[in-house]
């Protein structure tokens, strides 16, 4: 039967940069539109490549296909093909493509959808209205993005969420209290939950407080430490997904550190990968079953901002090229294959280009430089070849659990998240501050063991509340010394200079004025449970410990490591910075390190 087909022409008074995240995120497009969900199933193939089939119920009829991979390249045009093995149609293509118009401040948008009858029944679904009732209703979207892109409408689309009941009203009502009661709700609850009661199901499933601070102009420690209560409170669920490193979807979910499995399988990719807590465990958040159930499967298994980080995914016959235009801003890249398979970094220098990608039996290497704005790809295997060319960067949104188990909200509100006994995990990259007072035994003997024990405590809570501050949390207390942990450099050294900036406020009320010694570093480790609680054992721990020895009291020294982070170069613009080296226990070779002093 011949194939039918028809393109609906859109127009927006927004740049494409602003239509193409709109248009080409498909499972919230899809949703608003009222395309059902799906199942899919992902089946291991001979030759290692994966197939996709989804499987649905509409009305009377059962519908079954295979979803064929996505190709598109980022802000320009996206296609997405399913062909059918039962129901009344044979196949079913839709394609976008998005053109830059007045110099790039407009655009326009052609969507064109195309279908072959497989019987009868198809023909006359296509005949009665298949094509004109979705031209109205996709229309509509297209306005009401285009209305979102210019700020006008607080959601890209239209959506009705099922009305909460009123026992749903009147639970939600108590919890917002109860999370405002608390020191983390910052005012937000209320915000939160009307955002849960209201948004579309696919903001919600996988809910990231980052995302969510970006879209309300907010303090992403402030979202992040209400997310945190509103799981206490049971306005939310929290989750640790362990993404896998290829397509970094969530392969692996459980609700608690303790049952993080070692690994997992990524069927999509066919690959399997272990966890680190920088890289690739995340913690999400969803709506309370109580507060707003969320339906199961899928509105789009392959859409291009399911996986934001994919400039191109391009399928390449074998034995053929093709050029595709694609303005990549600068920086690293992975070219690999959806695929089973190697894959190779590469670098595009600002007004450079990409070279080409060769694809080989088992390789995938670059090749000549092309032009800049141009994507060359040449499969020479003997196979057709999905090519992906991702940025080497990790989800923006992703709270990764280096950074969450690093929030002094995280440890106060759920201290028995913890590893299981003899569990370890690698993290990445992790700064610690240590802290001491000088001269604390002389203290005990100079005002005695009760007044020196008081004041010990006000400056652990002096120290604490500055740390909470700057997005880092007290690890543990050794004696009259602490150890506090950040996920980046700067937040560490931000607090550092604060500890030293306000000394002389907190002794102020103190019997004895005292003076605290600091040393941060940073780098790999891993993170154990000792004691009951999520610590950190390694080289750089030590390294830390060592240097903080080496303060004076009132100063602060960081590790050439720190001193070197670029946002931490921009923070000491200014103040004084001796560059010194010392020998430390431990450590064979002479270590440099920076003295900072205000």
């Not at 393109?7 to 709109?22: A, D």
């Not at 090229?321 to 600002?350: F, I, K, N």
Request: with cysteine; hydrophobic share 40%.
């Amino acid at each position: 039967m011949e194939t039918q087909s028809q393109t609906f022409h859109w127009r927006f008074q927004n740049p494409p940069e602003k239509i193409w995240p709109l248009l080409a995120d498909t499972v919230r497009f899809n949703e608003a539109a009222g395309l059902p969900r799906y199942e899919v199933t992902e089946t291991l193939q001979d030759d290692g490549t994966v197939r996709f089939e989804g499987a649905a119920k509409i009305g009377p009829v059962n519908l079954a296909w295979r979803e064929v991979p996505t190709n598109w390249v980022t802000g320009r045009w996206f296609e997405h093909r399913r062909e059918f093995k039962t129901g009344p149609l044979k196949d079913m293509t839709a394609s976008l493509v998005v053109t830059a118009e007045e110099g790039g401040k407009t655009c326009r948008a052609d969507y064109t959808l195309s279908a072959t009858p497989a019987s009868l029944l198809g023909r006359l679904i296509l005949k009665a209205g298949f094509f004109s009732n979705t031209a109205k209703t996709f229309a509509r979207l297209a306005v009401e993005a285009d209305r979102f892109a210019a700020g006008a409408s607080p959601f890209p689309f239209t959506f009705k969420a099922p009305p909460p009941t009123p026992a749903t009203r009147e639970l939600v009502t108590e919890l917002i209290a109860r999370i405002e009661a608390g020191p983390h709700g910052h005012g937000l609850a209320e915000r939160l939950a009307d955002y849960l009661l209201s948004a579309q199901e696919a903001d919600l499933v996988h809910l990231r407080p980052l995302a969510l601070a970006r879209d309300w102009a907010e303090d992403e420690r402030l979202v992040i430490e209400l997310c945190l209560e509103s799981v206490r409170a049971g306005l939310l669920t929290m989750r640790w997904d362990l993404l896998c490193p290829r397509c970094r979807v969530p392969k692996a979910a459980v609700e608690a550190l303790d049952g993080l499995p070692q690994g997992a399988h990524c069927d999509t990719c066919n690959i399997d990968y272990g966890r680190d807590f920088s890289r690739n465990v995340e913690l999400s958040f969803a709506p309370a079953p109580a507060v707003r159930p969320l339906g199961a499967g899928e509105h789009c298994l392959f859409g291009p901002m399911s996986t934001p980080h994919v400039w191109v995914q391009r399928t390449v016959e074998a034995g053929a090229g093709l050029s595709e235009v694609c303005d990549l801003p600068p920086g690293r890249y992975v070219l690999r294959t959806l695929e089973a398979g190697p894959d190779c970094e590469v670098e595009v220098a600002e007004g450079g280009g990409l070279p080409e990608v060769l694809i080989g039996e088992d390789s995938i290497v670059p090749g000549p430089a092309a032009e800049p704005g141009q994507v060359v790809l040449r499969n020479d295997s003997g196979r057709p070849r999905t090519v992906i060319i991702e940025e080497l960067r990790w989800v923006r949104d992703a709270l990764t659990a280096d950074r969450v188990t690093a929030m002094q909200a995280f440890r106060d509100l759920f201290s028995d998240q913890v590893l299981r006994p003899g569990d370890e995990v690698s993290v990445s990259r992790i700064a610690l501050l240590f802290t001491d007072l000088r001269r604390s035994t002389d203290l005990y003997g100079r005002i005695g063991d009760a007044a020196a024990y008081h004041l010990v405590r006000d400056h652990f809570a002096f120290i604490g509340a500055i740390v909470r501050r700057h997005n880092g949390a007290v690890v543990k207390t050794i004696g009259d010394a602490v150890m506090a942990a950040f996920a980046a450099p700067a937040d560490a050294v931000e607090a550092g200079l604060a500890v030293q900036r306000e000394i002389a406020a907190f002794n102020a009320g103190e019997q004895v004025p005292v003076a605290i010694k600091l040393g941060v570093h940073e780098g790999p480790c891993i993170a154990v449970t000792l004691n009951g609680r999520l610590d950190y054992f390694g080289t750089t721990v030590n390294m830390a410990a060592r240097l903080q020895g080496k303060s004076e009291g009132g100063d602060l020294v960081l590790s050439e490591a720190v001193a070197g982070d670029l946002p931490v170069v921009r923070l000491l613009d200014g103040i004084s910075c001796v560059r010194e080296t010392t020998s430390l226990k431990g450590f064979d070779a002479p270590v440099d390190f920076c003295r900072v002093r205000l």
